[in-house]
């Protein structure tokens, strides 16, 4: 099995996911700043705990080839994604100091902790299952978006994003990593037990990002923005 069997597996979910209400109107300009702003922060915290599920990658790893694998990312989720999103985030006005002192979300809360709880209580490959619906979904969503001809890309505010992660070098990055899951995921039977169990762990992750977008959406409702 491969990563598109999971992604065929879930499709409709994986459909929710990168076709969410707030994809679309962030694509198009018409989402509202502060569902965005209060997005940004979530993503912050979320980022925090998405470094520490690579961590644990190198600590569940069996082989020196794996553990070196997983450590790139750690390095740069650290060194250069969560700077990035500290730079972008302050311009739209906010600090590093803002963002870490928000609250996690109730659903930060239940995403990040279901991915390290996912790479706890099994092995490598269903900690992979976990984390692979973010990186390969922003990424399929970047390139969607930078070729759907909808997309407003002339006074768009959110139009950085949008070139983030259908960029070259973000794209890069989640195509390696794929191919480095692929490798774990080509000696297991889709239909065995064990497939049946990465299905189900890559689709619950990707229901959590549904609820993710949804959070963002939700927020001015809530009264948290």
């Known amino acids: 099995m491969n990563h598109q069997d999971l992604i065929n597996a879930c499709r409709s979910d994986w459909q929710a996911y990168t076709q969410h209400e707030f994809v679309l109107t962030l694509a198009n300009g018409s989402l509202a700043q502060p569902c965005f702003l209060h997005y940004l922060k979530q993503d912050f915290l979320f980022l925090k705990q998405y470094a520490r599920a690579y961590a644990l990658a190198i600590y569940k790893a069996n082989t020196l080839a794996d553990m070196r694998k997983a450590l790139p990312s750690v390095h740069a989720l ?16 906010l600090t590093e100091a803002d963002l870490e ?31 692979a619906p973010c990186s390969i979904g922003y990424a399929e969503i ?84």
């Open 101 to 131: 002192t928000e609250d996690e979300d109730f659903g930060t809360v239940a995403y990040t902790r279901y991915v390290l709880d996912a790479g706890m209580s099994g092995d490598l490959v269903d900690l992979y299952a976990a984390l």
């Open 142 to 225: 970047g390139r969607l978006l930078a070729k759907d001809s909808k997309t407003k890309k002339v006074d768009n505010p959110f139009s950085s994003w949008i070139d983030l992660y259908s960029g070259e070098e973000f794209q890069k990055s989640v195509a390696d990593g794929a191919k480095h899951f692929d490798q774990l995921l080509a000696e297991i039977d889709v239909k065995s037990q064990r497939g049946q169990r990465l299905i189900n762990v890559f689709k619950t992750a990707t229901r959590m990002e549904v609820a993710f977008w949804q959070q963002g959406l939700n927020a001015m409702i809530d009264g948290k923005v």
């Open 78 to 93: 650290l060194d250069s994604e969560i700077n990035h999103h500290v730079t972008y985030c302050a311009d739209w006005g």
